[in-house]
């Protein structure tokens, strides 16, 4: 049985606010769920101690000095203060023990945007991946975080890359794997802006024992204990569900012709929403329960 985290998951769906008025989307200025650094701020934790560290790795950026100084503004916006900005651009790099040590002693680490594909194979089974794993594993508060390209590197199976305008023709995603700090699910990000919803349906449809979360911009899932995923932000998160899955006819049509498949199950994540991964269990935000009944009552 494998066992279960002591710590804490952030996976967002890139685009999140960073304290920028002019970098507002649209979205977000419209929604009633908008908040200031809602998501940024689930990386300290109200019960986190003084010497409470965030680490920022930049590997996934082509740009790794805009991107830390970019998240370094960001924080300090927020008001979030022991940030550092650890820029491993190779193998090599992933093994320098005093880039190992800083991780060692962090209390989170934050994966910036960028390539996933970058991201996995610069830092997979490397001793910077080995620790990070190794800590969220045993240690109670621990947090990894990572958004867009880091959101998407987490998983076991990540989708590396796919034209979202031909999503659902067979063979148009590309899979590899991930930095695997979370099993049996399939992470997609900027979901809705982008239209990803025919690319990672194929690439649940292609692997029916995962879950497919397809984040929203300004959108994230905390996941305690491996499992329990509760949504945060101001966006969607889109939950894809093949448990039930019948007929498809993608394990026979060639390449390029669009896949079929019977009973999907889709579920959609808002603020206060939760969902159990090995379950599959959609859990209602407290304040829906709490005004349906108001409703009901009058």
Request: glycine share 12%; aromatic share 6%.
């Amino acid at each position: 049985m494998q066992e279960v985290p002591k710590g804490k998951l952030l996976i967002i769906g890139g685009a999140e606010d960073v304290g920028d008025p002019e970098k507002l989307s649209e979205a977000q200025e419209e929604s009633r769920n908008f908040r200031n650094f809602e998501v940024l701020q689930e990386l300290l934790p109200p019960d986190a101690k003084a010497d409470h560290r965030i680490e920022v790795i930049t590997t996934a950026s082509e740009e790794p000095h805009e991107m830390g100084k970019k998240y370094q503004k960001a924080f300090e916006r927020a008001n979030i203060s022991n940030v550092g900005i650890i820029h491993i651009g190779n193998r090599e790099e992933a093994k320098v023990p005093a880039t190992v040590k800083r991780i060692e002693k962090a209390s989170a680490v934050f994966f910036s945007g960028g390539d996933q594909f970058r991201l996995s194979t610069i830092l997979g089974c490397s001793q910077v991946a080995d620790v990070i794993n190794r800590k969220y594993i045993q240690e109670p508060g621990f947090i990894v975080g990572g958004t867009s390209a880091g959101a998407m590197a987490m998983s076991a199976i990540m989708i590396y890359g796919g034209d979202s305008s031909k999503g659902l023709l067979k063979g148009t995603v590309k899979i590899s794997s991930g930095l695997g700090l979370i099993d049996h699910c399939i992470i997609d990000t900027h979901f809705i802006n982008r239209g990803r919803f025919g690319r990672l349906a194929e690439a649940v449809i292609m692997n029916p024992s995962c879950i497919g979360l397809g984040l929203g911009e300004d959108t994230a899932l905390v996941i305690h204990n491996g499992n329990d995923a509760e949504c945060r932000g101001s966006g969607m998160v889109v939950v894809i569900d093949c448990k039930g899955l019948g007929h498809s006819n993608i394990a026979y049509v060639e390449e390029g012709t669009p896949v079929s498949a019977e009973n999907l199950t889709v579920h959609l994540l808002t603020k206060g929403n939760g969902f159990t991964l090995k379950e599959r269990k959609f859990i209602p935000a407290k304040k829906d329960i709490d005004l349906e009944e108001s409703i009901r009552s009058h």
